[in-house]
């Protein structure tokens, strides 16, 4: 069974504060993705990772940023929070190129 | 670009039936993957079947079957003997073989299995 851990489950948070969604694997997956979903509507790629030190922008525009310094971990960063951000943020792995997705529990973010 | 079209919003069968939920897709790739992924309320995205397409064969998992048709760019998902915990959203997935392999999904199904 894969772990990929997301926290927080839930966040609740004042526009303009700056937040950080963290993501974490420990299958030693290269690949690694953050989905952005609204409720019950289809999950938009908004980050990609190919490996340590590799980012790119995904399909949806967004004014979230990742990092990837390490393997297992994949934060993504809202700098100024707004109303806007309000949705679902999906983190998924995998490892080789025909394996599928392992996804978190996901974090619900809600912005006032 | 490839898209990913389901066009039934919601769907709603009774325990024990048989449901059948559709998926187009639009690509000029030969090679690819599709998928089918479930979603229960408040739970964590899980695989539920997959096929490549190379592969004739409709593949199969348990209860879970799919009908692939290449040339229709079709990839529908049959759930046979329905059971409550069936109930979910479901999204069919798509990823090319080569390049960025990205998932490109639809628009998601909510199914109901109704007791």
């Given at each position: 069974?894969?772990?990929?851990y997301?926290?927080?489950?839930?966040?609740?948070?004042?526009?303009?504060?700056?937040?950080?969604?963290?993501?974490?694997?420990?299958?030693?997956?290269d690949?690694?993705?953050?989905?952005?979903?609204?409720?019950?509507?289809?999950l938009?790629?908004?980050?990609?990772?190919?490996?340590?030190?590799?980012?790119?922008?995904?399909?949806?525009?967004?004014?979230?940023?990742?990092?990837?310094?390490?393997?297992?971990?994949?934060?993504?960063?809202?700098?100024?929070?707004?109303?806007?951000?309000?949705?679902?943020?999906?983190?998924?792995?995998?490892?080789?190129?025909?394996?599928?997705?392992?996804?978190?529990?996901?974090?619900?973010?809600?912005?006032? | 670009?490839?898209?990913?079209?389901q066009?039934?919003?919601?769907m709603?069968?009774?325990e024990?039936?048989?449901v059948?939920?559709s998926?187009?897709?639009?690509?000029?790739?030969n090679?690819?993957?599709?998928?089918?992924?479930?979603?229960?309320?408040?739970?964590?995205?899980?695989?539920?079947?997959?096929?490549?397409?190379?592969?004739q064969?409709?593949?199969?998992?348990?209860?879970?079957?799919?009908?692939?048709?290449?040339?229709?760019?079709?990839?529908?998902?049959?759930?046979?003997?329905?059971?409550?915990?069936?109930?979910a959203?479901?999204?069919?997935?798509?990823m090319?073989?080569?390049?960025?392999?990205?998932?490109?999904?639809?628009?998601?199904?909510r199914?109901?299995?109704?007791p």
């Amino acid at each position: 069974e894969a772990d990929i851990y997301q926290t927080p489950r839930y966040l609740v948070i004042g526009t303009g504060k700056k937040i950080t969604l963290e993501c974490s694997q420990t299958m030693g997956h290269d690949k690694m993705y953050w989905y952005q979903q609204d409720p019950g509507m289809e999950l938009h790629l908004i980050h990609y990772s190919y490996g340590v030190n590799s980012t790119e922008k995904g399909d949806l525009s967004s004014e979230s940023t990742v990092s990837r310094i390490r393997t297992e971990h994949f934060p993504l960063t809202l700098e100024s929070a707004r109303p806007s951000h309000t949705s679902q943020y999906l983190c998924a792995s995998r490892d080789r190129a025909d394996s599928p997705l392992h996804f978190g529990n996901g974090t619900r973010l809600t912005v006032t | 670009a490839q898209t990913v079209t389901q066009s039934q919003p919601e769907m709603s069968v009774q325990e024990a039936e048989t449901v059948t939920l559709s998926c187009t897709y639009d690509t000029s790739e030969n090679n690819y993957y599709l998928f089918w992924y479930k979603q229960p309320p408040s739970r964590q995205m899980i695989l539920v079947i997959r096929q490549e397409a190379y592969k004739q064969q409709n593949a199969t998992e348990n209860r879970f079957s799919v009908n692939f048709q290449k040339a229709a760019k079709s990839f529908s998902l049959k759930i046979s003997d329905s059971q409550l915990g069936d109930t979910a959203m479901y999204f069919c997935a798509f990823m090319k073989h080569a390049g960025a392999q990205k998932l490109v999904f639809g628009q998601g199904t909510r199914l109901t299995i109704n007791p």
